[in-house]
Structure formats: structure tokens, C-alpha cells
């Protein structure tokens, strides 16, 4: 088999994964039957004769499965097909029945683990070919470190070749440069940040005297506001209520240690604010459009110290930044250019 002739088949199909096909280290098996497998150590080991076409397919589907780093993540006896499935997602059919979200009737864009579920589910038609464990071994062509590395600069690849790589593609390498964060812990930060203002101002007043005393006079005393939070949330029928539940015990839980908090439900109109102890009093109210100017509008005139708005994301917003901080909860984010810049983001997982 002509590895080379393969491999330049390969980069000319897929130029965002030169480097990790020319990383391959190939390994001939002169008396094995005819196919291409690859080890967890970056071997590919190549017996008989193929098209340099069909080996070339085979080469990119194996990087598939070791960039994914696939091997760490396998579990079950179906894993093979789920894996297979996630990769050749974003291959082109191969000249042989091969297993992939469309040839197993099932949804494309999943995860391996997804499919692994789901492959319990269905019956798999016989004739699929699945990708099995190379019956060889090789020795380890890189380090753990150099194999970070290798992962970092193909994922730089494939976000510099945007516009040719598929879908699956470009979310590994967004989540191999720009990790997602705990939404967790980024929102408990943005809203303490967002507080930090108001619970560090202190003023003198007369409500409270002073515990000092002067004869005839009557003393200030220094006292700290209760901070004002205003929580806008996105009731159109486009959001699950089980979601917004969700987001606003997170913001419960953050707002506890002590805040005054208005809860404006907006869908089309913005609807009367609800003063409330805890996320559990609330009342979702709405179910129609959306127009989240008008739930921002209703904050702002409660001059609040920090504005969360839960939503997701399919609405018009304001043209210009409100007088006071906003942290936006995006509840199954669309197209992050749906968000106005002027506003602090946290993408919540569904």
C-alpha cells in the first residue's frame, strides 16, 4: 500500500488536519489481510492493497478518533459505533457501507457518549462496517506533552480554515482553544462582581443614631445599603420553564447572602415586578413574543444595582449599555452575535 500517496490524498480532502496526519506514524504489515487501523499511540498500521482514496479515508477517520482522543473515552460494547458515528459525521461516505448518524438513522452533531445511548436504542443494520481495535501494536510516537501540543495546533488549524472544515470539526477545536466554564461559578462571579459596588458604599443616616454621644447633639451613623437586583426573565413560549427554573435557583443561591430582588417576567410587554425571598415565589407569567427593550426598561426604572436576565437569546435587545451592569444567562445560546456587547454572558448547558 502507498502510504504516502494515501496521506497526500488525505490533506488535500482535509488541509486542517495535515498536521496530525503527517504526526501518523505508519507501520507495514506485509502478511496481513488488506485495511488500515491506528493504535492509541499514533501508529497507523497499514496491510494488502487499497486505493489510496479509500486509505486516505481511513487515515482521516482514525485522526478523527485520536485527536477526540476516542481511546481514553471508551466505555460499553457498542462504543465502536458510537465513536464511529461522532467521527464520520463530518467525513463523506467512504465506498463501503460505513456507520454514521445517517446510515443508523439517528441525529447528527452528537457526542460519542450521546450515540452510545442511542445505539441501545435501534437496531443496526448488519452490513456496517465499524471501526475495531488494531490486533497490532507500536511503540508511543509521542509524549503526552508533544500530543497536547499537536491537539492545540490542529484545533489553530481548523479555526483558521473556518469556512472548509465541517461543523463537528469546528466545535472541537472551540472547545480545545476556548474551554467552556463552570456557567455555575462564572455566573456567581459576574453577579458578586456586579455587587461589589453597592454592598462597599456606605453613608452616614439619622435612622440609625450614632452610638457615640455629644451633649445636644444627635450623630449619624454610618449604615450599607441593601443592594437592588433586578432579575428579568424571558417567559415567550421559546423558553422551557424547567430551564428558567433551573437558572434561578442558581441565582438564588448567589443572591442569599443578602439583596433586595424584583423579578420582572417579560414576553412581548414587560409584566409587573415581583418582589420576592427566594427563586421558589416566583410566578412565570407570559408565553407569547419576545422583546426583552421592554423587561430592561421595567428594571431600569427600579434604578437597580445589577440587572440578570434569563433568556435565550432570541429577542431584540437595546442599541445602547443601561446605566447599570447586566449579566445575560443564555439558556441553549443561538448565534453568539445575538448578544449585545455591552452586556456580560453566561452560556448555560441544557
Known amino acids: 500500500m502507498n502510504v504516502a500517496a494515501a496521506r497526500l490524498w488525505a490533506v488535500t480532502q482535509a488541509p486542517y488536519l495535515a498536521s496530525a496526519l503527517f504526526a501518523l506514524r505508519p507501520i507495514e504489515h506485509p502478511d496481513g489481510p488488506p485495511g488500515v487501523s491506528a493504535d492509541a499511540d499514533w501508529n497507523v498500521h497499514v496491510s494488502g492493497d487499497l486505493p489510496a482514496e479509500e486509505a486516505g479515508w481511513w487515515l482521516i477517520h482514525h485522526v478523527g478518533h485520536l485527536l477526540r482522543d476516542h481511546p481514553a473515552r ?19 461516505p467512504p465506498p463501503f457501507p460505513a456507520v454514521s448518524p445517517d ?25 456496517l462496517v465499524a471501526c475495531s481495535a488494531p490486533p497490532y501494536t507500536g511503540p508511543a510516537v509521542m509524549t503526552d506533552v508533544e500530543r497536547s501540543l499537536l491537539v492545540r495546533a490542529v484545533a489553530a488549524d481548523i479555526d483558521a480554515h473556518r469556512g472548509a472544515a465541517p461543523g463537528g470539526w469546528r466545535r472541537w477545536a472551540e472547545e480545545v482553544l476556548r474551554p467552556a466554564v463552570d456557567w455555575r461559578a462564572l455566573l456567581a462571579t459576574l453577579v458578586r462582581h456586579g455587587l461589589g459596588r453597592a454592598t462597599g458604599r456606605v453613608d452616614y443616616s439619622y435612622a440609625r443614631p450614632s452610638r457615640r454621644s455629644v451633649p445636644s447633639v444627635v450623630l449619624p451613623s454610618l449604615v450599607r445599603p441593601v443592594p437592588r437586583v433586578a432579575v428579568v426573565v424571558d417567559t415567550s413560549g421559546s423558553v422551557r420553564e424547567e430551564a428558567l427554573r433551573r437558572v434561578l435557583g442558581e441565582v438564588d443561591g448567589v443572591l442569599r447572602a443578602g439583596a433586595q430582588v424584583d423579578v420582572i417576567c417579560c414576553d412581548a410587554a414587560a409584566h409587573p415586578p415581583q418582589r420576592v425571598r427566594r427563586a421558589q415565589e416566583v410566578t412565570l407569567v407570559g408565553g407569547g413574543g419576545t422583546d426583552l427593550r421592554e423587561g430592561l426598561k421595567a428594571a431600569g426604572a427600579l434604578h437597580p444595582d445589577l440587572t440578570v436576565v434569563l433568556t435565550d437569546g432570541d429577542t431584540p435587545w437595546p442599541a445602547t449599555r443601561p446605566r447599570h451592569p447586566v449579566v445575560i444567562c443564555l ?18 448547558e441544557s
Open 74 to 92: 471508551a466505555r460499553g460494547e457498542s462504543w465502536p459505533l458510537a465513536s464511529d458515528a461522532e467521527v464520520n459525521d463530518d467525513l463523506p
Open 103 to 127: 446510515t443508523l438513522g439517528l441525529p447528527p452533531g452528537l457526542l460519542a457518549e450521546r450515540y452510545l445511548e442511542l445505539v441501545g436504542l435501534i437496531d443496526v443494520p448488519p452490513e
Open 331 to 348: 439558556i441553549t445560546p443561538p448565534d453568539p452575535a445575538a448578544v449585545p456587547a455591552w452586556a456580560h454572558v453566561v452560556r448555560v
